[in-house]
């Protein structure tokens, strides 16, 4: 129930956007997350925008990951 | 390709964290999950078994669905049978029976029951129907409640006065006290729900991690991130730590959402909760303020009768919920209780533990 889901903000009026989710657009209230900017990733919860998707943390993790895979177990 | 969730997906990369587990585990491992969609996306993608021996998931009370008390349906029910009412609530609700009857039920019966996506769809629905009184069923975790507050304001402030809530919400952290204290359940970790975290930030399991000594990851739901987080809980419990870890960076700052939080403390104060199988948890629930009274269906419709509460025979939901049992170990699991024909909230809810196991976890039943 607490599901969410990535989608990228295509346009912004206020706090209504249009997030891009999985190739449908919604409108999205950004009322959580006011500093939402066009092009930003959000997770978006029935309706809502709740968080914006850290980009340089997800960066980092997949990076970390890879590191960690390709290198020896330890 | 969609962005933030098929690169969490990789297989190389997962098979890469299992030899790591594989390499550090010794200690036995009991790790709870509290959330249903990590329940779901644990069962889909294999882990139960792809995991050494020693390292057992245990699903815990995440489904909100599931964790709503039959007392609580029955008041929705009671509602709902009162002239001009329009009952409106997210899907998950519908086939979650109550003690006698369920949504879904009464509205094949010619019953107003809509489902909405938003909050912000049954505000529109008030709006439209000014004639009749729309009362949302609130159930949810922290995940949740701050978008049912911001309906409740945005409805003052728009004057609809057509509009309620009848909440059941609830909040994580004190279910997990009530779980420890409770001490049934051997565990060394907690797999803590990452969108709930999203809202309420990181801080709010410290007390876990430090009067209880069990290590907490907040975790992400594709399957690197789930992996990656078992990982890391496994490493505390090798090194004998016990800290409050976020492994999901992306979405969890240790202050969550402020703005949402503030929302969700603006409309709802603290309050004692009804949980399945629990039973009634101090300070786990959220009750309206005294200011948004008029939009607080408990108080507008203060004399609705509602009959006995009734558990159904057999089922052991709660004993799933507290993690006592594994789904399979119900007598009903998978011979009376499907999916198709639930008998319980955890095999109605697709969050549920009890539908995860049935649809996705297959050899865990024989």
Known sequence: MCLSVPGKVVEKKGLAADVDVGGTIRKISLKFVPEAKVGEYVLVHTGFAMQIVDEEEANEMMKLLKELTDGPVS | MVRFLSEYRDKDLAQGILKRIEKISKKPANFMEVCGTHTVAISKNGIRHALPENVQLISGPGCPVCVTANVDIDKMLAVLSLPDVIVTTFGDMMKVPGSYSSLSKERAKGADVRVVYSTLDAIEIAKNNPEKKVVFFGVGFETTTPTIAESIIEAKEKNIKN????????????????????????????????????????????????????????????????????YMLIKQVEDGRSEVEVQYKRAVKPDGNPVAVGVMNQVFEPADADWRGIGVIPGSGLKIRDEYADFDAARLFPDIEVPPTREHKGCRCGDVLRGLIFPYECALFGKVCTPTEPVGPCMVSSEGSCAAYYRYDERVKA
């Open chain 2, 163 to 230: 509009y309620s809530i009848l909440g059941a919400h609830k909040v994580v952290p004190p279910a997990m006290k009530a779980l420890l204290d409770l001490g049934e359940v051997d565990l060394h970790g907690f797999l803590c729900p990452g969108h709930v975290s999203m809202v309420i930030g990181s801080k709010p399991y410290e007390f876990i991690a430090r009067d209880y000594h069990i290590p907490c990851v907040i975790a992400g739901f594709e399957p690197l991130d789930i992996l990656e987080s078992i």
